[in-house]
């Protein structure tokens, strides 16, 4: 079961993530894809770790993703935080659009061969103005794209505003 949560910066989409995965008898891997690039990234990423409790097994991916998630062992639920982060990583490592769409294929097929319950976040960029520049506009596109596809194969989709849940699968 893959469950996808998306919406705004701050609109509790880990905070939802992290409560439904708790739900979930057994240890619960959280993969993060977040890196420390300055102090003000480092505290949040210290903060997160000390909320979650010892049921937490964490794992930093900011590239391989899905090497991580294939080499997770069995039991409990996976969280996945997030898609966004990624999006950036894989484009800041050099991969161009086609790798970026196989990497994500390669990650939900992953995730469905797992057969773990698991909670994907990512945000939805695609809702404000257009970029003013490139790269910034292959951003958005690549990553709503790889929205699309997760959307299209989760069996659950989540659109969270302002801390509140709207089902849309």
């Known amino acids: 079961m893959i469950h996808l949560l998306t919406g705004g910066a ?3 989409k880990s905070r939802l993530a992290l409560t439904l995965a708790e739900a979930v008898e057994g240890p619960i891997d959280f993969i993060a894809t977040a890196q420390a690039g300055d102090e003000d990234m480092a505290a949040r990423i210290r903060q997160h770790q000390a909320e979650r409790g ?4 964490s794992t930093e ?3 391989e993703l899905t ?3 294939l080499s997770l062992r069995p039991g409990g639920a996976i969280v996945v935080d997030c898609l966004t982060l990624w999006c950036a990583n894989l484009i800041f490592a050099g991969l161009d659009d ?3 769409g196989d990497r994500s ?3 939900i097929e992953a995730l469905r061969e797992s057969a773990r319950p ?3 976040v990512t945000n939805e960029v695609g809702l404000g103005i257009v970029p003013a520049d490139a ?3 292959r951003y958005r596109d690549l990553l709503g794209r790889m929205n699309q596809r997760f959307a299209a194969t989760a069996d659950r989709v989540t659109f969270l505003v302002a801390g509140l849940p709207v089902t849309l699968r």
């Open 105 to 107: 294929a390669q990650l």
């Open 118 to 120: 698991t909670f994907v």
């Open 67 to 69: 090497a991580s998630v």
């Open 135 to 137: 790269l910034s506009r």
């Open 54 to 57: 010892p049921r937490y097994r």
């Open 61 to 63: 991916a900011p590239v």
């Open 10 to 12: 701050r609109s509790g």
């Open 98 to 100: 086609a790798e970026i």
